[in-house]
């Protein structure tokens, strides 16, 4: 791999030059810009590779650019990954313009220099130097690289569906993960699902005087008796049938958490919060965050809520929650419960508004692609990977696992504090440069098989 990684080493330059222009597209989904644009500037990155790629266009979302070359093995990897970015807004916390990447003391600064262009002109680094240094890649190469991510891939459990045959495939590799505080290279195996819901209490067709709270129903206590019904003090979800589906983690998911770095006291300190959850720890309190679903509440409003005193007793209330589901869960299930939940305990006064929906999915530790990845990041950071069974966080990988029968793996330039969504994105160069390696290692480690 010497002559790949040397390629890469001496094309850093250009690679990063290539992610700069990709990085002042401002292809923000949320407000619908520069996407046609970003989709079009993709594909032609990739067809100057080689790639056959074209732009589909995906019912109720923007287009996702899809490209295919072969190799001289026949196992095929697809790579998934996003053009589109964040709002960059608030735009006075930028130290740089959000859409002109800067290089400073050894980062590049700017929207989607991370999440996830960065992680496409990783992968087209690699993919470059395998062409040049050896004129074919190792293995056939998909990508699928989608345009609303970062508003929740609507509808990509279809566009996946539709298009089965061309994303057909013998393994996945997701949008992109990154490095520990340490610096030790994380390869992640799945995501948890969503269900983001709307409750709405309205009593009274107006707000009234509070002397009133002696019979008039008050939207805001409707609301809150709701949703105490939903989660108690010991944390346990209250919704019957929350926990039917949840599959169990095996003895070696339990193993590879167990052999994850204990990072509570840091997450704990940087919150100011003296102890977890019902004071779990070590290893527990790493198995709840990553195995465990979670029922929060997300924003609440009712009534008065400015400066001083206002006796009134509010007509309307409402909360935003979110639930991070794990596998097996299932959005539209988990709604389901919940709406039979509110009305069993009395609450069928309360609206309820499913406002997004993501499944869970999680590739076994024990598959071979995760070893195959293994010793990729082995050959390219020279040190052996973290193996994390799934992300706390949420992402549309359910059809590739699922439909598409994809084991499928993350790895990626990213660090923790790339401030991805935030200001001051930026990402180390030196990890793109060992993040582009482990990509070229993992063609020829896949390729071998
Ligand atoms: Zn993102």
């Given at each position: 791999m010497d002559d790949i990684f040397h390629y890469i080493d001496d094309h850093l330059n250009d690679s990063l030059a290539e992610l700069t222009e990709l990085c002042k597209?401002?292809?923000?989904s949320a407000q619908n810009t520069a996407i046609e644009e970003t989709a079009k500037h993709v594909s032609g990155l990739l067809r100057d590779l080689g790639f056959e790629a074209r732009v589909l266009p995906k019912q109720g979302g923007h287009p996702v650019v899809y490209a295919e070359q072969s190799g001289l093995s026949t196992r095929t990897l697809l790579f998934y990954n996003h053009y589109d970015v964040q709002p960059a807004?608030?735009?006075?916390?930028?130290?740089?313009?959000?859409?002109?990447p800067t290089l400073r003391d050894g980062k590049l600064y700017g929207r989607g220099v991370s999440d996830n262009k960065g992680n496409i002109a990783a992968r087209l680094a690699a993919l470059r130097a395998w062409k040049e240094v050896r004129?074919?890649?190792p293995c056939a190469v998909k990508f699928c690289i989608e345009g609303d991510e970062e508003i929740g891939s609507p509808q990509m459990e279809e566009f996946v569906a539709e298009q089965r045959e061309l994303l057909a495939a013998d393994a996945c590799v997701w949008e992109g993960g990154g490095v520990t505080w340490e610096g030790v290279p994380q390869v992640l195996m799945g995501v948890k699902g969503l269900l983001y819901v709307e409750l709405e209490s309205n009593t009274v067709n107006r707000d009234a005087h509070s002397s009133y709270g002696t019979v008039l129903p008050n939207a805001a206590w409707r609301l809150a008796w709701a949703l105490a019904s939903i989660k108690g003090p010991d944390e346990?979800?209250?919704?019957?049938?929350?926990?039917?589906?949840?599959r169990p983690s095996t003895p070696e998911e339990r193993a590879a958490v167990e052999a994850m770095p204990a990072e509570e006291a840091e997450t704990l300190k940087s919150y100011g919060v003296e102890e977890a959850l019902t004071g779990v720890r070590g290893l527990e309190y790493r198995l709840r965050h990553l195995f465990e679903p979670t029922a929060t509440i997300d924003g609440l409003t009712s009534g008065y809520e400015g400066e001083g005193a206002k006796t009134v007793l509010p007509a309307r209330a409402m909360a935003k929650m979110d639930f991070r589901l794990v596998?097996?869960?299932d959005p539209d299930d988990i709604f389901t419960k919940l709406r039979r939940h509110l009305d069993s305990r009395g609450f069928s006064d309360i609206t309820l508004r499913l406002v997004a929906g993501v499944r869970p999915a999680r590739t076994p530790v024990s598959d071979p692609l995760v070893e195959v990845v293994r010793r990729a990041v082995v050959d390219a950071y020279g040190r052996e990977p973290i193996i994390v069974p799934t992300m706390a966080g949420t992402g549309p990988l359910h059809p590739f696992v699922a439909t598409l029968g994809l084991p499928t793996a993350d790895i990626g330039i990213?660090?923790?504090?790339?401030?991805i969504h935030a200001p001051d994105e930026n990402i180390r160069v030196e990890d793109f440069r060992a993040g582009a390696k482990g990509i070229a290692a993992l063609l020829q480690r896949f390729a071998e098989g």
């Open positions: 597209l401002p292809s923000v807004e608030p735009l006075e916390l930028w130290s740089s313009p959000p859409f002109q004129g074919e890649l346990r979800v209250l919704i019957d049938g929350f926990y039917d589906d949840v596998p097996d869960q990213g660090y923790p504090v790339a401030n």
